[in-house]
C-alpha cells in the first residue's frame, strides 16, 4: 500500500540547509497499522506528511497503492489526498462554527457529492465512532474524546484507504486516549491501513509494527 524509497528531504532556510530525512526507504502493507515514533525533531512528522501529499520529497520516490505520487502536480495531489487518505490530527482542526455532522460532511464537498449522500455518510460516519447522538453539537459543545472521534468520523467518510494520525491523543486524558487507540485498532481489523506519528510507547504497542526513527534516518522497526 505505501512504498518510500530513498526519500530526502532538505528544507532551505537563508543559506543554510536542513536536512530531515535522510535515505529513507519504508514498506507498509494493506491493512498493517504502523506507528512511527522518534524524539521531536526527529523527521517522523515530515515523513507522515510526505505520505499524505501534504509535503514532497527533495529526492526519492512515494509509492501509494501503486501509484507514484511524488510526480503528481497539484491538482492531482488534491484529488489523491480527498480519495485516498484520511487524515487525524492532535489539534482535531475542527470549524468551530460548524456543528459535529457539517464537519464530517465537510471533505465531501470538493468531491461532487450531492447534499443528501453528503448527510448520510456524515451520520453514518458518526455512528461508526458512536457519537450519533452528538451531530448537532458544536466542538465547543465536545469534549476533546468527542472532539477527536468527530474528528475520526471526518478522517472515514470520504472511504479512503489510508487512515494517518499524528499524535491523535496529545491533548487527551488518559481514559480519552485509551478510548481513540481502541477506535484506531478496530478499524485496522475492518482493513484499513493506519499510519500513525507518536512519542507515546503505551500508544505505540498498539500497532503492529513500529518504526523508530532519529535524526531523520530509520534506526530501527520492531
Known sequence: ???????????????????????????????????IVGPSGSGKSTLMNIIGGLDTPTKGEVFIDGEN????????????????????????NLEPTLTALENVMLPLMFSGTSEKERKERAINSLSLVELSDRGKHKPTELSG?????????????????????????????????????????GFKSQGYTIVMVTHNPEEASYADRVIEIQDGAIEEEV
Open 1 to 35: 500500500m505505501i512504498d518510500i524509497k530513498n526519500v530526502f528531504k532538505v528544507y532551505k532556510m537563508g543559506t543554510e540547509k536542513l536536512k530531515v530525512l535522510d535515505d529513507v526507504s519504508v514498506n507498509i502493507k494493506k491493512g498493517e497499522f504502523v506507528a
Open 69 to 92: 505520487i511524488s510526480k503528481y502536480n497539484d491538482k492531482q495531489m488534491s484529488r489523491f489526498r480527498n480519495n485516498k487518505i484520511g487524515f487525524v490530527f492532535q489539534s482535531f
Open 145 to 185: 474524546g468527542q472532539r477527536q472521534r468527530v474528528s475520526i468520523a471526518r478522517a472515514l467518510v470520504t472511504n479512503p484507504k489510508i487512515i494517518l494520525a499524528d499524535e491523535p491523543t496529545g491533548n487527551l486524558d488518559s481514559k480519552s486516549g485509551k478510548n481513540i487507540m481502541d477506535i484506531l485498532q
